[in-house]
Every structure is written in structure tokens, then in C-alpha cells.
């Protein structure tokens, strides 16, 4: 059975589509539908932030065909699992959850040791050690299906 997988973060442009990009490539072989989406509508409709998507495409990630959307309370219905990049997405989250039973995790939930947060570039700048985080933290989800 497929698995739907869905990756949040608050804007949709640096971390989540990089989670979605990241974890599709890793993905090969699993049963699973992937997509991402924002807490927050500042760029909705947008392509993922330029210097995020040249970090990624320097890995092999080609992202350039995402676009922002705003997480809303029908993805508890459209996903299995929900993926917060940090504990203000994730409190974003299940503020709209209702009574669905669709379980909301951190990604750094599936990196043993690699903190509770995944820092977020658009403040730090940090693309490439973003990414690094992205990386184990999908392995790490990997392996949990
Ligand atoms: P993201 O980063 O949540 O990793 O996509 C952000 C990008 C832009 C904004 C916030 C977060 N913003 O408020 O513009």
C-alpha cells in the first residue's frame, strides 16, 4: 500500500521542498507519494528560494519545478504521515488537525542526536548544512518504512 508523505515547514520554499526533493531520490523502490507544503502563505504559488535550490542542484536535487502551497487541515485526510521541519510547524500543525489520527512527527525524530530542529537557511544561510541534516534525517525515514 502506499505510503503519503508529506513535509512542512512554515514558508514551502527552503526546507520542505528540500525534504521532498532529498527524500524522493532516496525513495526509489518504497511505495510512497511525496509532496510539501507551508504553515504560512508567504509564497504560495512561488518556486523554491534561489540560493536553496543552487545548494541543492550542486547535490543533484533538481527542485525547480516545485511550488509553495499552505498546509491546510485536508492533508490529514490526503497523507499517513506528516513531517514537521521544527516544534513551530509542528504546533502550527495540530492546531488544525481536529480529530484525525494522522501522526505528526519531527524530522529530526529519525536522526538519532541530530537536535529537535532542522535550523532554518532563509535566516542562517546555512543551505549546505541544511541539507546535510536533510540527508540523514531521510535516511533515518527510510529506514523507518
Ligand atoms: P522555510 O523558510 O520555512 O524553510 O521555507 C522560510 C522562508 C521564508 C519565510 C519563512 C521561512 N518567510 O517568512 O518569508
Known amino acids: ?79 499517513d504521515l506528516i513531517i514537521a521541519m521544527d516544534a513551530d510547524n509542528l504546533r502550527d500543525i495540530n492546531r488544525l488537525r481536529g480529530a484525525s489520527q494522522t501522526p505528526v512527527r519531527l524530522f529530526t525524530d529519525y536522526a538519532g542526536g541530530a537536535g529537535d530542529m532542522v535550523p532554518d537557511p532563509y535566516y542562517t544561510r546555512d543551505f549546505d548544512g541544511t541539507l546535510d541534516l536533510i540527508e540523514r534525517c531521510a535516511q533515518g525515514l527510510r529506514g523507518s518504512l
Open 1 to 79: 500500500m502506499t505510503t503519503r508523505i508529506l513535509f512542512v515547514c512554515l514558508g514551502n520554499i527552503c526546507r520542505s521542498p528540500s525534504a521532498e526533493a532529498v527524500f524522493r531520490s532516496l525513495s526509489e523502490g518504497l511505495d510512497v507519494q511525496i509532496d510539501s507544503a507551508g504553515t504560512g502563505a508567504y509564497h504560495v504559488g512561488e518556486p523554491p528560494d534561489g540560493p536553496m535550490q543552487q545548494a541543492a542542484a550542486r547535490r543533484g536535487y533538481d527542485m525547480s519545478d516545485l511550488r509553495a502551497r499552505q498546509f491546510t487541515a485536508a492533508d490529514f485526510d490526503r497523507f
